[in-house]
Structures are given as structure tokens and as C-alpha cells.
């Protein structure tokens, strides 16, 4: 087994150097370097998928950032972009919608726990299946889903409809970043990976897309806030009726949009090849290479990797059972026999790959942190993002503020969280340390926002809870997928992520009977969970933070 600090290495690079067919007559597996990778230390004690893909990580390195990969990134910002717009568009409409259904506070959680709950049953199915039927289809399918149902969101005439609908659009969106995080990261050359927790910044930039147009259409098309539902009026008393609140809905079909021109781009615009990670754990060795040409193709570049490399590796025996990262060699590295097991074989070698995440205490423990991290990270800012624009508008009434104000501020407290991205960015080299900070300092700014009582306090105490929210998940969401290999890493966030939305669907119930009686209770309950969350990085095992991704 490799040695702590030879899999401790965060960039991996390597020399520029062409191995043709002479190379491969000695029956050596040569790396860029020049090297025979059964001799090559760093390759010591791998399995042979461990070896495989480190070859594609050091021919990623050579290649470099080209077209290709700042195309994917883009491609999948769009998925962060969506995630936080429709959960910042629900947020945003869920009062003009009570003044026109009429449905009381207790029941004011209940969009946000159908979307919740849409977005648990999507983080875990699509984390499961972009394991199974690959990278490339469950990049699709899920913007598709989503935006089928979320175009239709502003045509319905009860909440009960709006409900429903939330919850499918929640399934499309669930996958988003555990999906996309984990393609992005399978194609980017190492010492490109801080390019991950910047797929973040797109979440803030969308929740300000969303509090603009909601800006621009909520206060010129919505009842007067004191108006109440037409649905149960007293006598003679004006109402809310659907013609003349019709903003909410606006600002629906414009998101829904939104949504179909990203699944344009991803399905129409580009097409997006299979990862070579999920080609070679599924023992399509050739198909892997095809990818890897045809990125070096698009980028105006050269593959030096070939299958005859492949071919000539060995698998270390002694790794077989366990490696470094505790991955399995029957599990990660059947190779091309993998594709002729009969359904009943193939089916329990899916199973087995979830042994894996058990494979050692080390994995254990972090399995373990990261769901608790995920859950009460998501129980806090699900409380966070549900309720405080509600809390800032009530507090906006008491301060005087109208509708368009109350808006507005939403716009300013929001762009709080694009530096907030950037500065986890800026230390992303430091994992433990940007996620101990963010963490601490989210959950202190929710118990400071109880303190104030005036307009500008509220929007900088706010914009600061959204700052270290936004540098927190980034790190976070970055960070995830490097913690696992290949054959379990969209399971692993998949997993991850289903514990996190199961916690936000308890969230906003528990938070609904909690803000019925105090305003100030709902952000206690919210800031004691991110400090959960500050404890349990504590703990996380170092040799997971920063190390070679297979």
C-alpha cells in the first residue's frame, strides 16, 4: 500500500512526453513520464482501476483545461444555477400565493416540504443510478424532468396542484449536484479541481436571477398585502383574486423557461461524452480511451494514452482486497468480464460496490460525518431560506417597508453570496479549515439576526448568514466527490445528499410550528444545527481532504 504521503498530493502533474507502439514491444504499462507504472512508486499497492485511473488523471493533467472542459463546467453550473432558483423562487411566492389561496402559516411549510421531498427522492435515485446508467444520461434526464413540470408551475388554481407539481420538479432538480459535481470533477485535470467549489457561485447568482424577476413582476402584479383570499372572505370585504395576482406565476413560466433552454443546451447545443472514469469501472477500457481523443480532439491537443498501456498494467496482489482508498479490486477492477455476467451476477456486483463506503474504519467514519455534516447543514439552511425572507417581509411591515422594498432587499442580501463562494474558493486548499470556518461563523450570524431591529442591520446581518452559507456549501459540495472513487462516487453523494433533504423536509414542519409563536425561535433552531455541522468536520479523517482522485 502506498504510503500516506505519496496519496497526499492535491496536483499531480507530469512532463509532456509522446509514447508511441516502441513503448509498448518491452510489454510496459509507460506512463507520461516516461516511466513503467508497475515500477512507479506512486502506483504501488493500487488496484488495477487505481492504476487505470490515475493513468486518465496524469492524461487529463497533460491535456490540460481545454474547450471541453470549460464547456462542461459551464454546463454544469447551470445545474447549481437551477437548484437554489426554484428553491429561492419558492421562498419568494409562497405569500402572494397565501393571499390568494388562503391557506394559514401551519400550512405555509408545506411547499417547501414538497419540494423537499422531491428533491430527497431525486438525490437519491439519480445518486444512485449515474453510477448504473452512466454520467451522460442522468445529466439529461434530470434538467428534462424538471422542466417539463416547472413550466407548468404557474397554471394552477390551488395550492394542493402547486404542491404536487413542486414535488416533481424537486425530483429532476435532486440530482442536480451530486451529478453534476461528480462530472465535472471526472474531467478536469488536478490542478483544476478548485474549479469545483466555483460551481457554487452560480447557486447565489441564480437566487439573485430569481429575486429579480421576482422583483420585477411580484409587486407590479400582486394584491396589496393586506388584502385576504377571495376563497374565504367576509361580506362585502375586498379580496385577492387570481387577476390581479399574477406575479407569482410570472415569475413560474420565466424560471420554467429557463430550465428548457438549459436542457437545449445540454442535450441539443453539446453533447456531453461518458465520463472515462464510469467507462472503465464498467470494463469499457476502449470506450474510455475513445473519450479521452475525442477530448483531446475538441480541445486541439494529442492523447497519448493508449489501450496497450491498459493491457499491460498488473494489479498489485496485495491490494486486491483493500487499497489506500478502500476500494475493491473485484468490485473496481473486473474489467472487460464485467460486460458478460449474467443479470442475476451483475446484479449483485452493483450491490457489492456499496461495500466500499464500509470498506475501513477510515471510510467508515467519514461516511458517517458526511451524512451528519449534509443533514444538519440542510436543516439549517432550509429553515434559513424558507423562512427568513418570510421573517424579513413581516419585520418590513412593522419597519414601514412596502412590498417593492422588501424585494429589493432580497436582490441586495443575496449578492452577499457570490464572494462568499469565491472566498471558499480562495482557500480551498484548505478544506478542514474553510469549512470549520464557514460553519461556525453561518450558525453565529442566524443567532446575531434575532438581535436587530432596523432595515439596514436585517439586510447585512442576512447578507452575512448567506455569505458563510455560500462559502460553506461550496467547499463542501467541492469537496464531496473527491472523497470517493469513481464506481460509488455518485452514490456516495447521492446518499449524502437523500440524508440532507430528508432533514430539510422535517425542517420547514418543525419550523412552521416553531415560527407560529416566535420569529426569533425558527433561526435558534436553524443556528444550532450549522454548529453540528462545525463539530463534525472536527472529525473527519485528514487522508480524505485534498488527496489523488481515482
Not at 72 to 82: A, D, E, K
Not at 123 to 142: H, P
Not at 288 to 302: D, F, G, M, P, T
Amino acid at each position: 500500500m502506498a504510503s500516506e504521503a505519496d496519496r497526499k498530493v492535491d496536483v499531480v502533474t507530469a512532463p509532456p512526453v509522446h509514447h508511441g507502439a516502441d513503448d509498448m514491444e518491452i510489454g510496459k504499462a509507460v506512463s507520461n513520464d516516461g516511466t513503467d507504472v508497475n515500477t512507479d512508486p506512486e502506483f504501488e499497492g493500487l488496484t488495477l482501476y487505481e492504476k487505470k485511473a490515475l493513468l486518465v488523471n496524469r492524461e487529463l493533467d497533460e491535456q490540460g483545461m481545454g474547450r471541453y472542459q470549460w464547456t462542461v463546467f459551464f454546463l454544469c453550473s447551470f445545474g447549481y444555477l437551477l437548484d437554489l432558483t426554484w428553491a429561492q423562487a419558492f421562498g419568494l411566492v409562497v405569500t402572494p400565493m397565501q393571499n390568494e389561496f388562503g391557506f394559514g402559516d401551519t400550512e405555509l411549510g408545506n411547499i417547501f416540504t414538497s419540494f423537499s421531498a422531491g428533491l430527497t427522492a431525486g438525490a437519491f435515485v439519480w445518486g444512485i443510478l449515474v453510477d448504473v446508467i452512466g454520467r451522460s444520461a442522468a445529466f439529461n434526464y434530470t434538467v428534462l424532468i424538471s422542466s417539463i413540470f416547472g413550466i407548468c408551475l404557474g397554471a394552477p388554481n390551488s395550492y394542493n396542484a402547486v404542491i404536487v407539481l413542486t414535488a416533481f420538479v424537486g425530483i429532476g432538480i435532486g440530482g442536480n449536484i451530486p451529478i453534476d459535481t461528480t462530472i465535472c470533477l471526472e474531467c478536469l485535470p488536478q490542478n483544476r479541481r478548485w474549479l469545483l467549489p466555483t460551481l457554487s457561485v452560480f447557486q447565489p447568482i441564480g437566487v439573485v436571477l430569481c429575486s429579480g424577476i421576482a422583483y420585477g413582476f411580484i409587486p407590479n402584479y400582486s394584491c396589496a398585502p393586506d388584502l385576504v383570499s377571495c376563497n374565504r372572505p367576509d361580506a362585502g370585504t375586498p379580496c385577492c383574486t387570481k387577476a390581479d395576482n399574477w406575479g407569482w406565476r410570472y415569475l413560474m413560466f420565466t424560471i420554467g423557461a429557463i430550465t428548457v433552454a438549459v436542457f437545449v443546451l445540454r442535450f441539443v447545443v453539446f453533447r456531453f461524452k461518458e465520463s472515462p472514469k464510469y467507462l472503465l469501472y464498467r470494463g469499457q477500457d476502449e470506450k474510455a480511451i475513445e473519450v479521452l481523443q475525442h477530448i483531446a480532439h475538441y480541445n486541439k491537443r494529442e492523447c497519448h494514452l493508449t489501450l496497450e498501456t491498459f493491457a499491460a498494467l498488473t494489479s498489485d496482489s496485495s491490494s486486491a482486497s483493500t487499497s489506500g482508498s478502500g476500494s475493491h479490486d473485484a468490485i473496481l477492477g473486473s474489467g472487460s468480464n464485467q460486460k458478460n455476467l449474467p443479470l442475476r451476477q451483475r446484479l449483485k456486483l452493483e450491490l457489492s460496490r456499496f461495500k466500499v463506503l464500509f470498506s475501513s474504519s477510515s471510510m467508515t467514519r467519514l461516511v458517517v460525518l458526511v451524512w451528519i455534516i449534509y443533514a444538519f447543514d440542510y436543516w439549517g439552511f432550509t429553515i434559513a431560506g424558507s423562512f427568513l425572507p418570510t421573517i424579513l417581509a413581516r419585520k418590513g411591515r412593522d419597519l414601514g417597508l412596502g412590498l417593492r422594498e422588501t424585494y429589493r432587499s432580497y436582490v441586495y442580501i443575496y449578492l452577499f453570496g457570490i464572494p462568499g463562494v469565491l472566498a471558499g474558493t480562495l482557500i480551498y486548499s484548505r478544506r478542514r479549515l474553510a469549512l470549520l470556518l464557514s460553519s461556525a461563523l453561518f450558525g453565529a450570524c442566524l443567532f446575531v439576526f434575532t438581535a436587530v431591529s432596523d432595515e439596514p442591520s436585517y439586510i447585512g446581518v442576512n447578507g452575512l448568514v448567506y455569505f458563510f452559507q455560500s462559502m460553506f456549501n461550496a467547499v463542501l459540495y467541492g469537496w464531496t466527490p473527491e472523497a470517493f472513487p469513481a464506481p460509488v462516487r455518485g452514490s456516495a453523494c447521492g446518499i449524502s445528499s437523500f440524508f440532507g433533504r430528508v432533514f430539510s423536509i422535517i425542517a420547514p414542519i418543525a419550523a412552521s410550528r416553531v415560527f407560529a409563536h416566535s420569529l426569533n425561535g425558527v433561526l435558534y433552531l436553524a443556528g444550532a444545527s450549522v454548529w453540528i455541522c462545525t463539530l463534525a468536520v472536527l472529525f473527519l479523517p485528514a487522508q480524505y481532504l485534498g488527496t489523488q482522485s481515482y
